[in-house]
């Protein structure tokens, strides 16, 4: 059985190719070292590495898409750390993810959290019940954040039109 690589396929590949930390790539045997120590591996069975690498060196842009496995890897670089190439799996990843914000291919749960920390600051609302177990702990009630400042921030550099326009 042979991949045959679409011109997209192509064009897909060398855009996260040319990404720093992405380009070696192309070195990766899927010998499967990174994924042996990978600490999400060990927990979640469809994420593998070598498989992510695997589909971008075959330039399955819609596979890499469309589900979750971007947002699994925890970039502790265990990965890079183990591989004999010296493949950035999670540079590679953080690669594909840029590409996913910009090509509006966002999970609908990174956009929700996004879109919390637009509204509120945080990721998720922080109600009383939050402060009161932080007072259990003698620790002060959370901060108030300034969330004019968070949207502005998020909307001048052009991340938050970027989350809004996601089609998923």
């Known amino acids: 059985m042979s991949i045959t690589i679409t011109t997209e396929g192509k064009e897909f590949r060398d855009k996260i190719l040319s990404t720093p930390g992405a380009e070696r790539i192309m070195n990766c045997y899927q010998c499967g070292t990174c994924t042996s120590d990978c600490p999400v591996a060990k927990r979640v069975e469809e994420f593998r590495p070598r498989k992510l690498a695997r589909l971008v060196m075959y330039?399955?842009?819609?596979?890499?898409?469309?589900?979750?496995?971007?947002?699994?890897?925890?970039?502790?670089?265990?990965?890079?750390?183990?591989?004999?190439?010296?493949?950035?799996?999670?540079?590679?990843?953080?690669?594909?993810?840029?590409?996913?914000?910009?090509?509006?291919?966002?999970?609908?749960?990174?956009?929700?959290?996004?879109?919390?920390?637009?509204?509120?600051?945080?990721?998720?609302?922080?109600?009383?019940?939050?402060?009161?177990?932080?007072?259990?702990?003698?620790?002060?009630?959370?901060?108030?954040?300034?969330?004019?400042g968070v949207e502005a921030i998020m909307r001048s550099t052009g991340f938050l039109d970027k989350v809004e326009a996601s089609k998923r």
């Open 59 to 148: 330039g399955q842009e819609e596979r890499l898409m469309e589900g979750d496995l971007l947002y699994l890897c925890a970039g502790c670089y265990t990965c890079y750390e183990h591989c004999p190439q010296e493949v950035h799996v999670s540079e590679i990843v953080s690669a594909l993810r840029k590409y996913s914000l910009n090509n509006g291919h966002l999970l609908p749960t990174f956009k929700a959290l996004m879109n919390g920390m637009a509204e509120m600051g945080y990721i998720y609302e922080i109600d009383e019940f939050e402060n009161e177990m932080r007072e259990d702990d003698d620790l002060p009630s959370a901060p108030v954040p300034d969330t004019e």
